[in-house]
């Protein structure tokens, strides 16, 4: 019979006790996240950046103390606090960003998932986890590429670092000597111009989008003039707009001018999943390679991005070899070799919050999340419509919302949001277009009712007067 732990030991959250050691541990955790959003009492903390940080500082006390506390009350302590100090996308008024509220199941994943914690760079840290990651990644690249005979995914950080996967996979394609030139859309990912400069490439070619997406006209004049290898990345779903690049058109002109292409749908990525929604996402099938997120319209706990690629030949490019994790005769023996999934050496089971939300929701309950918060969305733009004091930037192509208050300036529109964020209100978050300050409201929770957006509407009103 295996010994117990020694009680100076602190127990450990794997094996065969770490369950025991972790059930108190879970009702300490559970009953500080009660304690600290009531406490909190709305989507953000009131008082701003000082008020929220003394309050931290004072429940911390010291930082490294010489001695410790008691582990369950160090663990309520600090999860108070965190908690009354979060900003809450739970909260039907913090809709700033795309901030999801994660679904409580995919949260215990991801306990299961630290509890176990396997390191996906190597089969034998992580036998189980590495064929659960094959089969949801080929599971995911299908719904990209449904008709491709070897579509594949890696299991990434978000949309920033597949981006730059994309890049990277762009240049290996073309090889060193020729360096990738990147066209994108003004509205496009931030993201594209630092992984141009993380990897030595160009500076991108931004293409002018008086309507907020990639103009077909004026990416065929670009392409025309520019020379050498080139790649194209469109959009679906802009950061700020929630629009979607024309992406068939965009496609037909990679195809003439001999461009590669890349669509960011970080955001509106997962709407393939919603029969209603998936038509906007028509074309995406004919990019090169594809950004997802999952912690965004998925409501995955981050992180959980995904690059989709046509076929598993295109990740080649991404091998590497170090003998203590995969060496060749290991390989050759059929351990599966996982340091050509990922930049990333060492890096978390992100996939089991994954395939626990597909197999649990299925495709319909995927989908119908994300038709419900596209409703949601539609019902703010018809009561900002509705409102004479307010404007409405357009109709939601998602769940994203511009509006503002009419003829207002810029200055009072951003007091306006800092207004509400100072009394922990609301959270909303702003955008520039047509050269003008808007409101942003990102709907991502689908318990939001239609009473919490009149109410929204209200606090707007009431920081207007102000």
């Known amino acids: 019979m295996r010994a117990a732990p020694s009680p100076t030991i602190p127990p450990l959250a794997g094996g065969e006790t770490g369950p025991d050691a ?8 559970l009953d500080a996240l009660r304690e600290g959003a009531a406490a909190r009492g709305g989507p953000l903390p009131a008082g701003g950046p ?4 003394a309050r931290l500082r004072e429940a911390l006390g010291e930082t490294l103390p010489d001695t410790g506390t008691d582990p369950r009350e160090a663990l309520h302590t600090l999860t108070r606090a965190l908690t009354e100090g979060a900003a809450d996308p ?10 999801t509220p994660p679904l409580a199941l995919a949260a215990a994943a991801d306990l299961a998932a630290s509890a176990l914690n396997p390191s996906m760079d190597s089969w034998d840290q992580a036998p189980a986890a590495s064929a659960l990651e094959h089969l949801v990644t080929q599971a995911l690249a299908a719904e990209v590429y449904p008709h491709a005979p070897h579509p594949d995914a890696l299991v990434t950080t978000g949309g920033t670092e597949s981006n730059q996967l994309a890049l990277l996979l762009a240049r290996e394609r073309h090889g060193p000597a020729r360096a990738v030139q990147t066209v994108v859309a003004a509205a496009a990912h931030h993201s594209f111009h630092r992984a141009a400069w993380l990897l030595g490439l160009p500076e991108p070619v931004t293409i002018p989008s008086p309507t907020g997406t990639l103009d077909p006209v004026a990416l ?14 469109a959009t679906a779903g802009t950061t700020d707009t929630g629009r979607i690049d024309p992406l068939p058109e965009i496609a037909d002109l990679c195809r003439t001018h001999g461009a590669d292409l890349h669509i960011d749908a970080a955001y509106g990525g997962p709407a393939l999943l919603s029969a209603t929604h998936r038509p906007l996402l028509a074309g995406i099938d004919r990019a090169h390679t594809v950004t997802l997120d999952l912690h965004k319209l998925g409501w995955l ?21 170090t003998d203590y994790l995969n060496a060749d ?5 059929g351990l599966p070799d996982l340091l050509g999934r990922s930049p990333r050496t060492t890096r978390r089971p992100d996939v089991l919050k994954i395939a626990v939300a597909l197999r649990a929701l299925g495709r319909t309950g995927l989908g119908d999340l994300v038709d419900r918060c596209a409703t949601l969305a539609r019902h703010l ?21 511009l509006f503002r208050p009419r003829h207002a300036p810029d200055s009072h529109i951003a007091a306006i949001r800092r207004t509400l964020l100072t009394q922990g209100r609301a959270v909303l978050g702003r955008a520039r277009a047509d050269d003008r300050l808007w409101l942003k409201a990102t709907l991502l929770n689908p318990h939001t009712t239609p009473d919490d957006l009149d109410t929204l509407i209200t606090l707007v009103e009431g920081s207007t007067d102000r």
């Open 301 to 321: 706990p981050a992180a959980a991005g995904i690059l989709a690629v046509r076929d598993t030949a295109d990740l080649t490019p991404l091998a590497h070899t």
């Open 220 to 233: 065929d004049e670009a392409l025309t003039h520019l020379h050498g290898p080139l790649l194209v990345a």
């Open 381 to 401: 733009a018809d009561l900002v419509d509705k409102n004479p004091a307010l404007e409405l930037y357009e109709r939601p192509t998602l769940t994203t919302v």
């Open 90 to 99: 739970a909260h039907p008024h913090c809709a700033a960003h795309l901030h």
């Open 329 to 333: 005769d290991d390989t050759e023996a």
């Open 22 to 29: 972790l059930r108190p541990l879970l009702d300490t955790v």
């Open 50 to 53: 000082a008020a929220v940080t």
